[in-house]
């Protein structure tokens, strides 16, 4: 979504108006409804690419393309791990993730024991049963860390655990998992190589920090929805004027919304184990 400014603003509705019943010639009382300003900004991300000038007259502009193109893959990387783990108060230039803006119906505890719970099928229906989209042409997902997805394809495997369960092929041929017909995407690395969604956050009920996150996401202009103003930048400034170097610089003043407040569930709390029904 293109947002004029950097911010998008709406009213986020909280508690609906009384209605009723009167007689003839009685008045009605006012009962206006409870609402919520919200406001969304973009933040800054992006960087710059410094590359020695004779390093550019050996390998061509060539060089310049593959650092551009990986200096991208690092943006991307870098949105995704704040789009779960992001936090403002820890870093205020930058945005808060879904893990820091889940509470309320949005925050599901899978149990109490210390060190986290096993993932029972039952409870994760009871997760995606709190996430309500209202975009009509929205798009529900679910993601989790790898070892959580493959322990997915285990239950799937096993007909005492989830049944009979029939998996649809993606485009290229693959059988794509799904649950509830909703498709499961595992999320593994950001651009240093560290696990976006580890096994390291603590659980509800205390004990070690072995326990991770499942998160069932809507998409949609209603939903969650990304927001940009501009999209990404590239400027290739040419030779710097103090350095025997080439410089391009990134910009993407990007964050994301959440519309309606049952556009999204973490489920917390989930150890590493075989899930049951």
């Not at 998160?215 to 501009?230: E, K, L, P």
Request: aromatic content about 8%; some cysteine.
């Amino acid at each position: 979504e293109e947002v004029a400014g950097g911010t998008v603003e709406w009213l986020l509705e909280r508690t609906l108006p009384t209605v009723g019943n009167r007689a003839i010639n009685e008045v009605w009382s006012d009962s206006p409804g409870e609402v919520e300003e919200r406001i969304e900004k973009v933040v800054i991300q992006g960087g710059e690419i410094k590359i020695d000038t004779a390093i550019v007259k050996l390998k061509g502009n060539g060089i310049l393309s593959t650092q551009v193109a990986m200096k991208l893959k690092a943006l991307q990387a870098k949105f995704h791990s704040d789009f779960f783990n992001g936090d403002a108060a820890v870093n205020p230039k930058s945005f808060s993730g879904l893990r820091a803006r889940a509470s309320g119906t949005q925050l599901l505890n899978l149990g109490s024991t210390a060190g986290g719970d096993v993932l029972s099928l039952s409870q994760l229906r009871r997760a995606i049963s709190r996430v309500r989209p209202l975009s009509p042409t929205g798009q529900v997902r679910i993601y989790s860390n790898l070892e959580l997805a493959l322990r997915y394809g285990d239950a799937i495997s096993n007909t005492a655990v989830a049944g009979f369960v029939t998996q649809n092929k993606s485009e290229f041929g693959v059988a794509a998992p799904t649950f509830m017909g909703i498709p499961w995407f595992p999320i593994e690395e950001d651009a240093f190589g560290n696990q976006i969604l580890p096994f390291t956050e603590t659980s509800p009920g205390g004990g070690a920090a072995t326990s991770s996150s499942i998160y069932i996401v809507a998409f949609g202009a209603s939903d969650v929805n990304g927001i940009q103003t501009g999209g990404i930048d590239v400027r290739d400034l040419g030779e710097m004027q103090t350095e025997n170097s080439r410089l391009v610089r990134l910009d993407w003043l990007a964050n994301f919304a959440t519309y309606n407040p049952r556009c999204f569930c973490r489920l917390r709390g989930i150890r590493d184990a075989a899930f049951t029904a």
